[in-house]
Every structure is written in C-alpha cells, then in structure tokens.
C-alpha cells in the first residue's frame, strides 16, 4: 500500500494526505466520503480506482464511476488517462449516459419495444404548449414552459404516485391538472409515449420486477463509485442501491453542504440516511481544502454551520490567511454596476476572474456594459430566452406601431396588453385585420363594434401612440408602461397565472437601463440584437484570459482567484418563497456557501437596496477581521473609496479633440481598428472582425484608445 503511494508521488508528485490515504484503501463495502469544497475529491476518486486496478488486480471493466455533470466526467476521464496512461479505460459516466447508453439503454429498449416510443425533448415541449393552450385559452411562455418541464421531472425523480399528485406545490395555477392530461395522453398514445424522464422509471422498475435482468447487470461490476451525489435523486438512488446489492461495493462521494438542486428532484437528506440504507457504511470526511484562504475557508466554514440538516464538518486549511473578505453596499443596482466597471477596468487580466449571481437576467445589463467597455467575457450558462421573452418582444412591437401606425397587425399583438378591455372576440377581429394605408385605429374603429368607454380609450391610445416617436427609447418604454396600462397588465397577469411580478418588472427595468444611453427607438432595438449575439458568442467562445459570467448553480466545480458575488439582495438571496420555507432558506445558504467556495484569494460580497441576511451573517462571522484590516464600514455613505490603479498608458488618447471619423485607432483589448463614428457620448470602431461601440468617458478614463 505504502509503495503505491510513493510510487504515485515520485511518478506524477501528486501526495495525499492521511484521510485521502485512508479514502483510496477502504474499497470494500459502501462508503460515504463527505468532501468539502477543495478538498481533492476527484484527484482521489481517481487514485481510488488506479488503487483497485494496480494494487488489488480489480479488472478495469469491473469498475463503474458514475458522475452527475458533464465537466466532471470529463475531468476524470483526462485525468485518469495522465495519472494511469498504462491502464485500459474505466467506464466514467454521467447518470443519464450511464442509464440509457451503457447498460441502460438496453433495460429501456427492451421495455420500450413493447411499451412504446421515446418523446425527445423538443416534442415534449410541443405537446406541453398544445395541452397548455387548450386549458387556458392562452399561450405558455417560455418561463412557465421550463417551470411545467421540471415539475414533471420532479415528480418522477422523487417517485411521486399519482394518488399524491394533488398534495403538491405547483409552480404555477393548473400545473398539476397539465400534468394529468400530459401523462394521460402519453399512455393512451398509439405507440405509447415515452419522455426521459420515464426512462429513469422504466429501468427502476424492469430492475425491481425481473430478478434475472436484475442479476445480469449486478454481475457486470464488483465496484461502483458515484461522485456528486447530493444532485442524485431519489430513482437514482434506488437504481444504485439495486445493482450493488450483492456486493455492496459502493463509494458514494459527496457534499450536502454543496446541495442545490432539490427543485430538480435532488434528494441531500439520502445522504443523512446512508446508514439506515447500509448499516454497515463507513464514512468518512475531507475537511482540508487546498483552493482558498484561510480566511475565506473559516468564514464559509462557520456561515454553513447555519445549517441544521447536515453532516457536521469542520472544514479547515493550512494556507495564508490572506486578505479580509470585502463586504460593499451600493445606493442602488446601477452604482453597483458602476463600481464592478471601475473594479474591472483596473485589472490588466481577466482569466482567472469571476462574477456570480442568482438569475441569469442580472447578467444582460453586466453583459452590456462589458461589451460597451471592451473586456472579453466568457458566460457559463448563457440564456437567449431575454432576448425572446413576451416582454421584450411587447415592447418592440409597441415601438414598431408607433413608427408604422398603418400596421394593425403589430397593434394586434399587444392589444391585449393594453387598457382597453379587449373581448377574445374583438381581438380574434383584430388578428384578422390587414394593414391599409389609414392609420390603423381609424380601420379599427370602422371595422369593430366598440363600447362608449373603449373609443374614448381608443382615442387616447392613439393619441400616446402618435407621442412616442419623437421620444428617446427609455422615454417610450416609461410612456408604455404608464400611458398604455402595461403595468397594470402585468400585475393582473402575474396574479392570474402565478407569475413572478418582481421578475417580470426587473425585465422592463433592465430594458430602461439598456435603453438609457441610446438616441432612437431604431438604436435600442439594434442594440438589443446585438447584445442577443453578444450573449451568444459569449456561450460557444471561451479564450483562458476571458472574464467568467456564471450564476451560483453553475459555478458548482469552478475556481478562479478573484470572484464577485452581485446582487446579493433580499428577494433574490434568498427569494421571498426561501424566506418563508425552512428546507428552501438551507438550500439558499448552500447556495451562497458555494459561491463563496469558488474564490481562492479574494471575494466581494455586493448588495444594494435591502442586503441580504447572508451577507450580514457573514459580516457578524467577519467583523473582527475586517475592523484589523480597516477594509469594512457600515453603510455605503461612510465607505471608503476604491482606488483604481489604471495601467499608465503615456500615448494613449486624453481627449475627444484627438479623435476623428477615419482615424486608426488601436484598443487596448480589441487591437487595431478604425473609428467609423463619433459624438459626445461614444464612438464606434471597425475591427478586423468586429464592429464596436464604447463610451468615450470610459475610453478615456481608462487610457483604452491609443492613435496609431
């Protein structure tokens, strides 16, 4: 045993400590290994099975690693190659490649040749919208379309029976009656319907049921390993326990510290069970994390210890203290989106940067003022969906009429989102009404039967509507809301349907902010098309000295040296449903425990408005720290001012006079270029590649610009 690790140590100087020693040798009967954040959990998981290989002659096909993400079974996969490049390959999967490609797949395929066929994804969603629109007379949005989608796997993840269907939360009014007619259909449907999520049943139950497949899969292995399995769920769960059942060979790795998918059916309290399920477990803890500063590592240990619902660890580290953990209180969304420029923009790399928040939609405004300044930034799970959100489109549609008030058609999109008290009939005249060359209330009006009260109305819209195209883009989007009942719709509309009204007003928000700077109504709405391919680019192009936008649950497994916590808000973290629900505020604060986990050297807390309860129960943990280091102060007013190292640039350009249309002009980031336009606010500038827009106050602030 001894050799092995020395062995290890001379060839890749890789050395484990005491608990790591003790987690790769213990390979017979299950085993419960609590890693902590940082703590080399994949480093050992591999030394485990090059362990087995080497040291016990365990085949390498004898051998099942099963992993929850992607990312992870890739770097095992790359790391099993560079540490044991002798060995023949081990089986590493995913959950879901494992269950349907090896050896799951012939469990379904074998029940699905007499059950039926498999509903891909973008067909569910289809079926989903279709069943939708007839109970409710109205179309899904994308939002509640991924709502309804994960409710339906989380019923059958946590193995619900339909007698209990009723007993649960829906996500939004009607959900579970959706959810009946879908089910319904897809078992009366000629092939019967299969989704992926009945593909997880289907192979629980062809195990459960037939002893001989049972036997023929738990023949094929002598030793399973699952790695992040507080992400499991609980049909998961229950197809492991049936395949180690004879050997109980099972080393399940896993943090409930680090649980933050319960909304998709995770089950962490298996985790406090273990032992009832194998009363024979071992388990085990790595406490000592080898990524971040003490000081980040004993605040994050003592603000998890919040927790009631948990393993008790003590995680520790034997690296420098470091620097204070930075705590800051902005006036307001945009002050903070201020000072994280400022941050950035005295910073001459970027790769090992990080800026982490809870909704995707905090990252449009983000993206856009990077984008404006020039720093190249990579987003981790970049979402379109804004940029196509009823919303959006309500407003752009609103602006489209007011510049063509010829176009019934676009007045016919939105009419239902105004204060007119449309009737479905009336609208259903509207939608098949053609545009003349009359403004199109006058054919309106000539062809709708209307009440008293809508034509004065009426009257009054069109007279907003005529107002609008002399206004500036943010001025439009404030006449919508106020002078054509927008708002009034989205409260009544939010009520109606269970939506999130705070969400839905946070898009309009974010909308005024984008549109703030811009001249024209034309302006905002290329503007929002190229931010659309912005955030597109930013997903499928990834540079290591990128700028990394992520929310919290995707930042589960990464680590850079300096991260950002935004928007750390209450409502957001937590939301208002965490506030109110014990499990869901301990899932919060995992959240938040994994966020701050992800920082090694430096970490910055941001809040505005009403700070979250997190962030001052890490001040509390903090304080004493923080006042040696003369870095924290209670309120935004008294705190002292960031400075700002900008990189001395002696021939970069100080002021608008030196800047012409047609200049060669070479950007700090972006390289060589010519300005193609100019005025008091921005200029424009043609790359090789790329046509760009920035603000000149930042330009020159920042000594970007240099003449060539």
């Known amino acids: 045993m001894s050799d092995f690790f020395e062995r290890k140590k001379q060839e890749l100087g890789v050395e484990l400590n005491k608990i790591q020693k003790k987690a790769v040798t213990k390979t017979e009967g299950p085993l419960l290994l609590l890693a902590c954040p940082g703590s080399g959990k994949t480093t050992t998981m591999i030394m485990r099975i090059g362990y087995l290989i080497e040291e016990k002659g365990v085949q390498p096909k004898r051998i099942k690693a099963i992993t929850f993400s992607r990312a992870s079974a890739t770097d095992m996969l790359e790391r099993y190659a560079r540490f044991f490049p002798g060995l023949a390959p081990v089986d590493f999967r995913l959950y879901t490649a494992w269950l349907f490609k090896s050896p799951g797949i012939l469990i379904c395929r074998r029940l699905l040749d007499d059950r039926g066929r498999r509903l891909e994804p973008p067909q569910q969603k289809r079926l989903l919208k279709d069943i939708y629109a007839r109970e409710n007379d109205e179309p899904i949005t994308d939002d509640q379309l991924e709502e309804l989608v994960s409710f339906i796997s989380f019923v059958k993840n946590k193995m619900v029976p339909k007698r209990k269907w009723k007993t649960l939360d829906e996500p939004f009014p009607g959900a579970i009656d959706i959810l009946t007619v879908y089910e319904e259909f897809k078992e009366n449907h000629e092939p019967r319907l299969v989704d992926f999520d009945d593909m997880l049943t289907i192979a629980f139950e062809a195990l459960d049921t037939d002893r001989k497949l049972l036997s023929k899969y738990q023949k094929r292995w002598d030793y399973v390993m699952t790695d992040e399995s507080q992400d499991t769920s609980m049909v998961q769960h229950a197809i492991v326990e049936k395949l180690v059942e004879n050997h109980r060979n099972l080393c399940v790795v896993a943090d409930d510290d680090q649980s933050i998918y319960t909304w998709r059916a995770a089950e962490p309290s298996y985790l406090l069970k273990f032992r009832q399920v194998y009363p024979d477990a071992y388990i085990m803890k790595m406490e000592r994390n080898y990524r971040s500063s003490g000081t980040i590592v004993s605040t994050a240990n003592q603000f998890i210890k919040a927790n009631k619902l948990r393993h008790d660890k003590n995680m520790f580290t ?145 007279r907003s509507m005529d107002a609008l195209k002399d206004m500036k883009p943010l001025k439009v989007i404030q006449a919508i809301r106020r002078d054509m009942g927008y708002d009034q719709m989205l409260k009544s509309r939010a009520e109606k349907f269970g939506m999130k009204l705070d969400y839905l007003q946070q898009i309009l928000s974010t909308l005024e902010q984008i549109a703030e700077p811009l001249p024209t109504m034309m302006a905002f709405a290329k503007r929002l098309k190229q931010l659309e391919e912005v955030t597109r ?146 200029v424009g500038i043609q790359f090789a590649k790329e046509h760009k827009e920035f603000l000149l106050e930042i330009c020159l602030q920042y000594q970007l610009l240099e003449l060539v």
């Not at 489209?400 to 009737?423: C, G, H, I, M, Q």
């Open 537 to 682: 680019q930013a997903k499928t192009e990834k540079a290591d000295d990128m700028l990394t936008l992520s929310t919290l649950h995707s930042s589960k497994g990464l680590e850079f040296d300096r991260v950002y916590l935004i928007d750390l808000v209450e409502g957001i973290v937590p939301t208002e449903e965490d506030a109110d629900d014990p499990a869901l505020l301990e899932e919060a604060r995992r959240l938040f425990y994994v966020g701050m986990t992800r920082a090694k050297r430096h970490l910055e807390l941001l809040s505005y408005d009403k700070e979250s309860r997190f962030v001052e129960e890490v001040r509390r943990i903090a304080l004493p720290k923080m006042k040696k280091a003369e870095t924290f102060n209670r309120s935004a007013t008294k705190a002292p001012k960031t400075k700002i190292t900008v990189p001395h640039n002696p021939d970069a350009v100080s002021s608008t006079e030196e800047l012409q249309v047609g200049a060669q002009i070479r950007h700090r980031v972006f390289g060589n270029g010519r300005i193609t336009e100019l005025d008091d606010e921005k």
């Open 318 to 462: 034997d690296r420098p203290e470091g620097g204070p953990i930075v705590i800051r209180r902005l006036a307001s969304q945009e002050a903070q989106l201020k000072y994280l420029l400022k941050e950035l923009s005295a910073l001459e790399e970027y790769g090992n940067v990080a800026i982490l928040y809870r909704n995707n939609s905090s990252s449009t405004l983000l993206m856009d003022e990077l984008d404006r300044l020039g720093i190249p930034f990579y987003m981790k799970d970049a979402d379109n969906r804004f940029f196509s959100h009823w919303i959006v489109q309500d407003i752009l549609n609103f602006m489209r009429f007011s510049l063509r008030p010829e176009r019934v058609d676009l007045y016919s999109k939105v009419a239902s989102k105004t204060n007119a008290y449309w009737s479905a009939s009336q609208l259903k005249q509207l939608g098949r009404m053609q545009p003349t060359k009359r403004h199109a209330f006058e054919e309106i009006t000539l062809a709708i039967t209307m009440k008293d009260y809508q034509l004065r109305i009426i009257t009054e819209q069109r």
